[in-house]
């Protein structure tokens, strides 16, 4: 049986903490999808298709990983694609909380044994968050090296 995951978030945009995080959970099981999720009630600073974009720039060494949006509840989307576990990242206490709130909740949605993966970031990206990252940008400020180098120059391209 080929292992299947999720890892998902809005990557809005895709950090070096979360590729960090797909290049780490990704050698850990056969298949790995990064799902871009939509959030109606949220408004993105990119669309869903240049976050996919963006994702699809870097991951393209990866040969298991494939990306994918959705939107709606994770654990759907979770039991809709097969998946056995889905990889949370976390930076610090206060994502702790919130993703300790979340992988409950979805465990009660499960209902069909998908584990929830927590995965320490590196703490050289420890304070860096795709909202942070994007309001740096908008006011000219240098984001190198807090995302992955051909996702910056498509953040410029597309300024």
């Known amino acids: 049986m080929k292992r ?5 978030g809005s990557f809005d945009p895709i950090t070096n903490g979360h590729l960090d995080l797909i290049n780490r959970s990704a050698k850990l099981c056969d298949r790995l999808i990064v799902g871009v999720a939509e959030n109606p009630a ?17 991951i393209s060494h990866l040969d ?3 990306t994918d949006s959705f939107t709606g509840l994770l654990a759907d989307y979770a039991k809709r694609r097969g998946v056995e576990a889905v990889v949370r990242g976390l930076r610090a206490t206060m994502d702790f909380e919130y ?7 979805n465990a ?5 044994g998908i584990e929830t993966l927590f995965l320490m970031t590196d703490p050289a ?11 740096v940008f908008l006011f000219g400020g240098n984001v190198e090296g807090l995302v992955p180098d051909p996702v910056l120059a498509y953040m410029k391209k597309i300024r």
């Open 125 to 135: 990206y420890s304070f860096v968050s795709s909202g942070l990252v994007s309001e």
């Open 42 to 58: 949220k408004k993105g600073r990119y669309s869903v298709e240049d976050r996919l974009h963006m994702l699809d720039l870097v």
């Open 4 to 8: 299947k995951m999720l890892y998902v």
């Open 99 to 105: 993703e300790l709130q979340m992988a409950h909740m």
């Open 108 to 112: 009660r949605l499960y209902r069909s």
């Open 64 to 66: 298991n990983v494939e």
